[in-house]
């Protein structure tokens, strides 16, 4: 399995490699990792500092200083069996993409080396990263992740308008995860799964990430089908309605305190939520396209080839990922602003509530960014929350959760 | 329509954190960096400070610091905001003068203009858990200290706060932002891509800046070569045993080894500190006559007053021999390909790409400079550096060599615990002294 560090680094390579692959999420309180990393550390980074299983490889992002130097200890001290730099750009335009797609190609290339010399050589599954049989199952794992991220967004709507809560919407998102990760592996006999035609087209039935795409379609779906079945999908009583933004924002503990307190949660504006499922790899199949979806595959108007030849896919990727909304670490100017007030104001956010892993540089920049932008400039509240994961639910968090919901409603004339 | 400027309010409300120290205006040190007679009177004093005892190289120093404050203050010259290791080449090649917000801090450390700095930025929602270096460096671009940039170049190596807060710096001013994407590993491909970025940064800045153009770039690399050349002699009189040269003294002048190169003063302050040197060692006039040990100073130093370094130079008769930031790793710049040269000098940043590289510069210096310890100094809030701290000291012990991570902050002088400080440096050269036998 193959854990990933960020939202730019494209699940759909290791997939497509035939490798279950997940964004790495750590529960409660990490290991102590002062042996290997300083105390001011963020925790997603210090989390990454622990003893990995056999099976498990890294990948990780320079998305900070910080993470640099986690992935410098995960090699250095021998905690992983196998770590991979994915140098993400922090910008895009058309060097940016050309780089970044050169990255992800040698980042396809470093764990096809593994698969193939787990599976007794190379080219078992794939001939090379460049060849017609790995282009064509990138092919049809970009096609199931699309339908996976579309399939979250709507989730994330429901959610918005109030057919589900937040905390599930979240959970639902950390069960695809893990699914797409090869676990949830009870589920193996689930008879959905079977009949989930997602990851099994153009992949082939022996093979674990289409095991791994099918149940993370099955999860998806068996939510949405029980949200239906036991009519869930009222819409509920709104409290006052806020966005929640931020770095990482991996675990779902700070939007059940939100809930807690009688908060709405309009948007999630995190990794795992609006900023990666509103992406689409454009991947069109053509008239031409064969039985296996490749030969035909349009990628993206931009064609790289030449003559209308098969862009690249590692370029469609690198410019799908570059392009998603903005993250704080990347450079995008007043982007990032202009999409938190796009959002508030689409979904009628009357307040932000904006958290930050203590000691996350990229959030405490981003804040107060933000807090300028949109917080001062446009007169939108933001609650400014830092902690370490599972230290969301603290009691002084709810106390200033429940403080700002009231401070909302003097301003909306509810209290 | 979305108002996305700093609002005038957050403005105002930096510049009342920032306060104001001086009673009369003209004493407030904003005020008078803005004035012409100011640098007169300053450049007219630079005799009398030789005549005072000053050493040439310190005169040569001022000279060249004082020529680009008041290029940069006075507007004589577009200024030009950078990162720390974005090549200062390019700015002075395209006829501007640049600054550094992270570097003048060092310097506003040194006055209570840090303190106003540090205020005005944490007025701006900024935490405390940020690199002081760059917090000052925003909070006076914030309340008005620093001059005004007609333009602000970052680089995505070395290291985010750099970047992000020279991005706050440049919505501040209104200015153009450009951030040169630096690949991690060094390749052909990698650099010309990043050639070509920097490239690309030069023509548009020499199209949207009165004043810019690219005529003075081949002049620019020429002084950076005979500065760097000036400069490798330098450290090579630096390995002498005992040091020729105070490394308390020699981390003020970091400032300009980030700053200076392709300035025409750069030069002149090299070969005037290489004759010094050269004196000193001849003359058997050294500053720590008995030597009992020679350190390697990592990252950067409290730039506040502190009796650190009176007490490891004086007491512990200890030398900070050399230092990290101080280490010239990029090799002569190529005239002919200016732009893939100056990439060539970004990529080869030790401090950047997998950390083997730091280590293999580490071990290099500690090997030609005959080093008995490590002192990293453990900058608050610095990740890029810190982050490696586990490592270095895992590498060196191995390597025989003692490692002390020695907690501080350069520029917040309220997070310095200079007691602490040197309690534990007392500790280290006692250890030192026990490996040598007492």
Not at chain 1, 77 to 92: Q, T, Y
Not at chain 1, 332 to 342: E, F, I, Y
């Amino acid at each position: 399995m193959v854990l990933v560090s960020c939202g730019y680094v494209p699940l759909e390579i290791p997939l497509a490699l035939g490798m279950p692959a997940k964004r790495a999420v750590f529960w409660g309180p990490g290991p102590s990792c002062e042996a290997y990393l300083p105390r001011d550390f963020c925790s997603y980074a210090k989390a990454f500092a622990r003893e990995y299983l056999q099976d498990e490889r890294i990948a990780m992002a320079g998305s900070c200083d910080a993470m640099r130097r986690a992935c410098d200890a995960l090699r250095y001290f021998g905690l992983a069996r196998e770590v991979h730099f994915v140098d993400v750009p922090r910008a895009c335009g058309s060097g940016a993409e050309a780089y970044y797609a050169e990255v992800l190609r040698e980042f396809a290339q470093g764990l096809a080396g593994i698969s193939g010399r787990e599976r007794g050589g190379v080219g078992t599954l794939v001939d090379s990263v460049d060849g017609p049989s790995f282009q064509r199952r990138l092919l049809a794992v970009t096609r199931s992740m699309n339908r996976l991220r579309s399939g979250l967004l709507r989730v994330f709507e429901l959610q918005a308008a109030g057919h589900m809560s937040a905390v599930d919407a979240m959970y639902l998102t950390l069960g695809v995860n893990d699914a797409l990760g090869g676990e949830l592996k009870g589920d193996l006999e689930d008879p959905r799964i079977a009949a989930q035609p997602d990851g099994r087209r153009g992949l082939g039935d022996g093979d674990e990430a289409a095991r791994a795409l099918a149940r993370a379609a099955a999860v998806l779906e068996r939510t949405m089908h029980r949200a239906d079945a036991t009519g869930d999908g009222r819409a509920r009583d709104q409290g006052v309605r806020v966005g929640v933004s931020g770095t990482c924002l991996l675990e779902p503990a700070l939007l059940g305190v939100l809930e807690d307190a009688g908060l709405a949660v309009a948007f999630v504006d995190s990794c795992l939520g609006s900023r990666s499922f509103g992406l689409e790899v454009p991947v069109d199949a053509g008239p031409h396209e064969t039985e296996n979806g490749a030969d035909g595959a349009r990628a993206c108007a931009d064609a790289d080839g030449p003559g209308g030849a098969r862009p690249d896919p590692f370029r469609v990727l690198a410019r799908a990922y570059l392009s998603k909304p903005a993250c704080p670490r990347m450079f995008a100017g007043d982007a990032r602003a202009r999409r938190l007030w796009a959002l508030a104001r689409s979904s009628g956010a009357q307040g932000i509530v904006y958290f930050a892993p203590k000691f996350c540089d990229h959030a405490y920049y981003d804040f107060a960014e933000l807090k300028g932008q949109v917080g001062e400039g446009e007169g939108l509240p933001m609650l400014f929350l830092e902690g370490d994961y599972g230290s969301a639910i603290s009691g002084q968090t709810l106390t200033r959760v429940t403080a700002f919901r009231e401070m909302l409603e003097g301003r909306l004339g509810l209290g | 329509m979305m108002h996305l400027g700093i609002p005038s309010r957050l403005r105002r409300t930096a510049r009342r954190a920032a306060g104001r120290a001086a009673r009369w205006a003209v004493a407030r040190p904003e005020v008078l960096l803005r004035r012409r007679w100011a640098y007169q009177v300053a450049s007219a004093a630079l005799p009398l400070l030789e005549l005072r005892g000053a050493k040439a190289y310190q005169v040569a120093a001022i000279r060249c610091v004082l020529s680009d404050f008041a290029d940069a203050y006075l507007g004589r010259r577009p200024c030009i905001f950078t990162s720390a290791f974005v090549p200062t080449e390019l700015v002075y090649g395209l006829g501007g003068v640049p600054f550094l917000p992270e570097a003048a801090a060092g310097l506003a450390a040194a006055s209570d203009l840090a303190a106003r700095s540090l205020s005005a930025c944490e007025a701006l929602w900024y935490s405390p858990d940020l690199c002081s270096f760059h917090r000052a460096g925003l909070g006076g671009a914030a309340a008005g200290l620093l001059p005004r940039p007609s333009a602000v170049i970052v680089t995505s190596h070395l290291c985010d706060g750099g970047k992000r807060s020279l991005f706050h710096i440049s919505r501040l001013a209104g200015c153009p932002f450009y951030m040169l994407g630096v690949p991690y590993v060094p390749s052909d491909r990698a650099t010309r891509w990043l050639a070509s970025q920097i490239e690309q940064v030069a023509g548009d800045l020499a199209r949207r800046v009165p004043g810019l153009s690219l005529e003075g770039l081949a002049q620019a690399l020429r002084r950076s070569n005979e500065a760097l050349a000036e400069y490798e002699r330098v450290s090579a009189l630096r390995r002498n045993v005992p040091a020729p040269w105070r490394g308390s003294e020699a981390l003020n002048y970091v400032l300009l080894f980030l700053w200076s190169w392709g300035s025409p003063g750069l030069s002149p302050f090299y070969r005037a500190l290489r004759l010094h040197l050269e004196r000193t060692i001849a003359a058997g006039d050294f500053p720590i006559r008995e030597e009992r040990h020679r350190l390697l100073w990592l990252n950067l130093r409290p730039y506040y007053d502190t009796g650190v370094f009176k007490y490891l130079e004086g007491d512990c008769a200890s030398s900070v021999a050399f230092e990290e930031y101080s280490f010239a790793y990029w090799p002569s710049l190529d005239l002919r390909d200016p732009f893939a040269s100056l990439a060539e000098k970004m990529m080869s940043n030790f401090g950047w790409g997998p950390i083997e590289r730091r280590l293999e510069a580490i071990a290099r210096l500690v090997d030609e400079y005959s080093i008995d310890g490590v002192v990293q100094f453990a900058q608050w809030g610095c990740r890029q550096s810190n982050g490696g701290a586990a490592i270095l000291a895992t590498e060196l012990k191995e390597k025989g060599i003692p490692f002390l991570n020695l907690d501080g902050d350069g520029v917040d002088a309220r997070c310095g615990s200079e007691a602490q400080a040197i309690t534990r440096l007392g500790a280290f050269i006692e250890l030192l002294g026990a490996r040598r036998g007492g």
